[in-house]
């Protein structure tokens, strides 16, 4: 039994789901997103309540139930408020600037690193040492987010590289040197 699953959605105000054999549309005040389901999954609105339901018991069906929900939840979620992901630069002269929807990042290396935008996805630079992701798909968000980390990664032993705001950086000791 999927726990997750069997709950209801409930659609918030401003917010119109559409249901056409099995491909899900979700329009809300920051956007629209889409998302085809699994043929086996059945999408139901009574009202302002969604469910999920599955056509058996068998364990992949129990298994795409869930992320099924998940997926729809995230998406009226998205629209409604949009996702974030925040991330740090540590490191003596490492700093990010936004130029129009280009990120350009100095990280250490001889040229400056630039990423474009993906469409749906805008960066915000509150300051040189702070990079935030928004946009309303969390999955996209996410991504991006992880490709952004990917040009350099944090350094166990002095701290320097980007990272995730959460997250916590274990630090290794140096070499303990001759005695």
Known sequence: MSRIGNKPITIPNGVQVKVEDH???????????????????????????????????????????????????????????????????????????????????????SHPVEMEAPQGITFDVPNANTIIVRGIDKELVGQTAAVVRTKRPPEVYRGKGIKYAEEHIRRKEGKAGKK
């Open 23 to 109: 491909h899900v549309t979700v329009t809300g005040p920051k956007g629209t997103l889409e998302r085809d389901i699994h043929k086996n999954m059945t999408v139901s609105i009574d009202g302002d309540v969604l469910t999920v339901t599955r056509v058996n018991d068998e364990p992949e069906n129990k298994s795409l139930h869930g992320l099924t929900r998940t997926l729809i939840q995230n998406m009226i979620e998205g629209v409604e408020k949009e996702f974030s992901r925040e991330l740090q630069i540590n490191g003596v002269g490492y700093r990010a600037q936004k130029q129009g929807t280009k990120l350009v990042m100095n990280l250490g290396y």
